[in-house]
């Protein structure tokens, strides 16, 4: 579990995130018909891609900075390095960062809507961190988030939604700490989702692993990260056979 210094350090830069126009890489979001499924991707390397990388299956990656990869270079971030993973072991999957600095999940709710397009198999939700920092209604994340899967499973029912659960200071009290990391587990539990119990586990709180903020990942603290998505969601992909 994250120390409590570092994660209200986390929540502090995510404050910090918000208050200027700054985006995690790019103010737009990514188009799934990029070769490397990047943000920043010309809008037209769709058209140069083979039929076979248009048709692959897509895991995208739905979240804030954390995902985004602020201060790093794109292709340090995790999402990066789950694609070239995917590459080495040649399972034919384009991985798709979609990771927004400073978005609560009603932001991330609003924005899935046009980038549900082509073959998303996996969908991995990263959010709700800002949302805790703003002392924002529980009910109300929740309900945002319940909101992203419906919708995800509106536009294909054979996706699978990976939750990412995030964690807030005690100084927010202890009924409202305790309440927003129940809400990753029983929303998991509830909507049978597979569940990365705390994105930043072995990464938050170690000053080696972050950058100078204390709070974004380090291109060594991102591996770490990556290794957390892996271990929930390199078996699903394997499991779910591409079309």
Request: hydrophobic share 45%; net charge positive.
């Amino acid at each position: 579990m994250i120390h409590v210094s570092a994660m209200m350090f986390l929540l502090a830069a995510c404050a910090r995130s918000e208050q200027g126009p700054q985006r995690g890489r790019s103010e737009r979001s990514p188009a799934l018909g990029s070769s490397d499924g990047t943000l920043g991707a010309d809008p037209r390397a769709g058209d140069r891609s083979s039929r076979a990388d248009a048709d692959a299956p897509v895991v995208l990656f739905l979240g804030t900075s954390l995902t985004a990869g602020l201060g790093v270079d794109p292709e340090q971030a995790y999402p990066a390095l789950i694609r070239r993973r995917l590459d080495s072991l040649h399972l034919g999957w384009r991985a798709v960062d979609a990771g927004v600095s400073g978005e609560t999940s009603a932001g991330a709710r609003r924005r899935l809507e046009w980038l549900l397009q082509g073959p998303i198999r996996v969908l991995v939700v990263e959010t709700g961190a800002n949302d805790g920092l703003r002392g924002l209604d529980v009910d109300s994340t929740r309900a945002n988030i319940e909101a992203i899967v419906a919708r995800a499973r509106a536009f294909d029912p054979a996706i699978t939604v990976v939750l990412a659960g995030m964690e807030v200071p005690p100084n927010l009290g202890p009924r409202y700490a305790s309440r927003f990391r129940a809400l990753f587990r029983d929303l998991a539990r509830r909507e049978r989702l597979p569940l990365i119990p705390f994105l930043l586990q072995g990464v938050g709180g170690v000053d080696s692993l972050n950058q100078a903020d204390g709070i974004h990942p380090t291109p060594q603290g991102h591996r770490m990260v990556a290794e957390n998505v892996w271990r929930v969601v390199g078996p699903l992909i394997v499991a779910v056979p591409s079309r």
